[in-house]
């Protein structure tokens, strides 16, 4: 027999991950039909999600993701962490380069987990809170590649060099799978990277990630 549910409260979360794939927002006609309601049941869930900040409206009326989401999401940052810290480490030993864990928060990149090799010369000293714009580096760039729909011939991580650091390359994956996270793992190096030995191993250490967190 199923468990009891509460249908409001299922509405109101299916109407923030209608949102949180909806970089233009949504109208209240658009969520209506999604969620085969009326336009009156819609205004309900809304005018309750913006009292909390979950959601907001914009000039048009077309409703967004409210800047609640972010305070909750900075919370679950510790259990990202937690979740990737043995992989990073495993990864950064195995290739010998500085290896990190990214999220998005809101138009950036936000670094909330670094590891670097134990064993090299030297390696790139990259800062846990560092932060950069999504559409540059790897790490970002992965990022915005999960988010649309994943091209079955394409690589499975981005590669990318000198965007944030003049010499440095950058190889990330994206987390994929995880309903609420956006977040990607990647190494960067200084000098030559061996991108076919580097990018099946992050492209396998974001699938680990997103199984621990499964």
Do not use: C
Not at 63 to 75: I, T
């Amino acid at each position: 027999m199923p468990a009891e549910t509460s249908q409001t409260l299922d509405r109101g979360l299916t109407v923030l991950e209608l949102l949180a794939d909806a970089p233009d927002g949504l109208s209240i006609t658009e969520l209506a039909a999604s969620l085969g309601v009326s336009r009156t049941v819609v205004y309900r869930l809304v005018n309750t999600l913006e009292l909390h900040r979950l959601v907001r409206r914009d000039s048009e009326g077309r409703a967004r993701l409210g800047l609640a989401v972010l305070h909750y999401s900075r919370r679950v940052q510790p259990t990202l962490r937690d979740a990737a810290l043995p992989v990073l480490r495993s990864l950064a030993e195995d290739t010998g380069a500085t290896a990190h864990l990214t999220v998005a928060d809101g138009d950036e990149a936000l670094a909330i987990a670094v590891i670097e090799p134990s064993w090299t010369d030297f390696h790139v000293s990259y800062r846990m809170g560092s932060r950069h714009a999504l559409d540059q580096g790897a790490a970002g760039k992965a990022i915005l590649a999960g988010r649309r729909k994943p091209d079955p011939a394409g690589r499975p991580f981005v590669i990318t060099a000198g965007e944030l650091q003049a010499g440095a390359q950058g190889v990330s994956s994206p987390v994929l799978g995880v309903p609420g996270v956006e977040a990607s793992i990647g190494v960067v190096v200084l000098g030559k990277l061996d991108r076919d030995f580097v990018g099946p191993r992050v492209a396998r250490a974001a699938v680990e990630v997103a199984k621990r967190l499964a």
